[in-house]
């Protein structure tokens, strides 16, 4: 074996070799605090503070306060918060900053900026291209559709989707009023993956051909773990459904008549929302916001939706579960048409809110009461357990827990 290198060479170039290491090092780390310090003295964004993590970026900076981010966002929202009240602040999120902000001015002004974009900001978080299709964010063709065709066909369309959720749902949940109660969820897997097979195929082709729809599925999850969470709330949604149902059967005009589900369904999106955000947008060109806030064109600005839906000020006694709370507000002389699923305001915004806020959200509305009523009307709903399946956070994504189980048992409708 060779004796080691420093037997090798004489004290003085030992010395020499030593000293060039030791500059090489301090050169580095000057070099290296030099190029943070510049960074953060040219960052535009440095005098929004940060929640999650230093502003200063280091040698995994920002990428691990993005990782905490995405595993904590809850948390470091509500942190964000309590500490800057009002004011924006930002978080880190894979690859840039995102400034969050939660009180009403700050939400008026965001909500239809003209230089903030729904479209590049829905991109960064649903990321499109990927996901729906590029065309979906380049060619805005299909809003209006469902803006304007899709709307104003609602009570042509109604029809339909009732016929469609009595051959459906029956097949889904094949029990018999005598039998025992079962869960949906296993069989539906089975005959998911039976069904979708030749289907996916086909909906590949047609997604490249013609974009796709949103989803309100989660939304409809999250009710059945409410309902089946709070029973003592089935009997009055459904004698409320069996009567409207008798006056004006499966219509659009029936679905607007159900205050009471329509009320439990927007609690359960206020209290469950999809996203902990909402309002994402991205600025395309420099914007200063109302309190000196400035955003650099790139920046991308969002709601804290969570914030604004558990403020006390917004909702009295927030933390609960209150189904009914909306329907009681409607009964107040002039406010009947306010506090429906689909209005959106500064305190309600899973749809958003302003000029851009969710054109598909009064197909949504119909379609989950008309598969509630459905379900109610014709099933014994129960909880497999005595506690709601907790949420499951991801990032932004708040997502029912996929293994919770939602008991049926098939029972006689009232009624015609
Ligand atoms: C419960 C179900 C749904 C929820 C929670 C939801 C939520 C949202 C939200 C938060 C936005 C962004 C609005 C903003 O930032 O101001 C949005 C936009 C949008 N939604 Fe929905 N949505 C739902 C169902 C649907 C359905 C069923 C459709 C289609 C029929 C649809 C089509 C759209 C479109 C096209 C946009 C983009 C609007 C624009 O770019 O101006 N959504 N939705």
């Known amino acids: 074996m060779p004796p080691p290198l420093s037997s090798r060479l004489s004290p003085t170039l030992l010395y020499i070799a030593m ?24 960052d ?3 005098s929004i503070p940060t929640v999650g993590g230093p502003s200063v970026p280091g040698i995994f900076y920002p990428n691990l306060a993005a990782l905490n981010f995405v595993r904590n966002a809850k948390e470091l929202l509500t942190i964000g918060h309590e500490k800057y009240r009002g004011a924006a602040f930002k978080v880190a999120f894979m690859g840039r900053w995102i400034v969050v902000v939660s009180d009403s001015k700050h939400l008026d002004e965001i909500k239809s900026h003209p230089e903030l974009s729904i479209a590049e900001g829905l991109d960064e978080f649903l990321q499109l291209k990927h996901t729906i299709g590029a065309t979906a964010q380049s060619d805005r063709f299909h809003v209006n559709a469902i ?46 993956v039976r069904i979708l097979k030749p289907i996916f195929y086909e909906r590949k082709t047609k997604l490249q051909e013609y974009g796709a729809d949103w989803t309100d599925r989660p939304s409809l999850t999250h ?26 059967g499966w219509t659009k005009r029936g679905m607007n008549n159900l205050w009471k589900l ?24 420099d914007v200063t916001l ?28 927030a933390d609960q579960f209150d189904p009914f709370r909306f329907a009681r507000m409607r009964e107040v002389p002039g406010e009947d048409l306010k ?61 029912p827990d996929p293994s919770g189980r939602v008991l049926f048992r098939r029972r ?5």
């Open 147 to 192: 803006r304007d065709q899709l709307t104003r066909s609602l009570n042509v369309v109604m029809p339909a989707v009732a016929e469609e959720l009595a051959l459906a749902i029956p097949e889904y949940i094949p029990c018999t009023g005598d039998g025992p109660w079962i869960s949906g969820a296993r069989r539906s897997i089975q005959q998911t």
């Open 290 to 317: 109302h309190d000196g806030t400035f955003l650099p064109k790139g920046t991308f600005i969002v709601a804290d939706q969570c914030t604004v839906h558990n403020d006390d000020n917004n909702y009295e006694h």
């Open 223 to 248: 009710a059945l773990y409410d309902l089946a969470t709070h029973p003592g709330f089935i009997q009055p949604l459904r004698d409320e459904i069996e009567s409207v149902i008798a006056a004006d």
């Open 339 to 399: 506090h429906q699923l689909v209005t959106t305001s500064r305190e309600y915004l899973p749809f958003g809110h302003g000029k851009h806020a969710c054109p598909g959200r009064f197909f949504a509305s119909m379609e989950l009461k008309a598969v509630m009523s459905y379900l109610l009307v014709n099933y014994d709903i129960a909880l497999d357990g005595s506690l709601r399946p907790e949420n499951q956070y991801f990032g932004i994504d708040i997502s």
């Open 19 to 42: 000293d060039d290491l030791r500059s090489i090092f301090w050169t580095l780390a000057v070099s290296f605090t030099a190029y943070i310090l510049m960074r953060r003295r040219f």
């Open 262 to 285: 329509d009320s439990f369904l927007r609690e359960s999106q206020r209290v469950n929302g999809l996203f902990l955000i909402s309002l994402a947008r991205k600025a395309m060109k």
């Open 44 to 46: 535009p964004l440095r």
């Open 412 to 416: 006689e409708p009232r009624g015609p």
